[in-house]
C-alpha cells in the first residue's frame, strides 16, 4: 500500500478526528474509486463558507446521522470536496485550507497558490 501524499509532497496528515472526517471515516483525506466527490482539501470552516454552502444547496451544519455526518461549526477541520471548494473559492468565500492534510490530488482542480494563500497554520487541533 502507498502512502497517500499531500500537496506539498509530504505524507499525508490527519485532517480531524474530532469531528471525525474523510470519505473513509478515518481522519484524513484518502480518496480511492468509491470517492466519486472526491474529499480531498482538509478545510478548517468559517461561519461564511458555512453560510455560502448551505446557500449553493451544500448544507454543512445540519446534521445527517444515517451518513455519520455530525453537522460543522466555524473552527471544525472537515475533508471537502475539491470542487465544493473551489465553487467557493471563486465566490471569494473559500475556507482556510491545512495544506499538510490536503491530498495531493487536489491539485489536478485548484492550483497550489490558491490554497497557499488560504493555508491556516497547522499548530491548532487536530
Known amino acids: 500500500m502507498t502512502t497517500a501524499k499531500n500537496v506539498l509532497g509530504g505524507p499525508l496528515q490527519t485532517c ?15 480518496t480511492g474509486e468509491e ?26 451544519i445540519t446534521p445527517v446521522p444515517h451518513y455519520h455526518f455530525p453537522g460543522l461549526k466555524p473552527g471544525d477541520r472537515w475533508c471537502l470536496c475539491v470542487q465544493r471548494w473551489k465553487q467557493s473559492l471563486e465566490a471569494g468565500c473559500a475556507a482556510p485550507v491545512v ?14 497558490e490558491d490554497l497557499q494563500r488560504h493555508a491556516v497554520n497547522t499548530a491548532g487541533k487536530k
Open 35 to 60: 470517492d466519486l466527490g472526491l474529499h480531498l482539501v482538509c478545510t478548517q470552516v468559517t461561519a461564511a463558507f458555512l453560510a455560502h454552502q448551505r446557500e449553493v444547496g451544500n448544507d454543512l
Open 16 to 30: 480531524s478526528t474530532k469531528p471525525l472526517t474523510g470519505f473513509y471515516r478515518d481522519g484524513c483525506c484518502n
Open 99 to 112: 495544506l499538510e492534510a490536503t491530498h495531493i490530488s487536489a491539485l489536478e482542480f485548484v492550483d497550489l
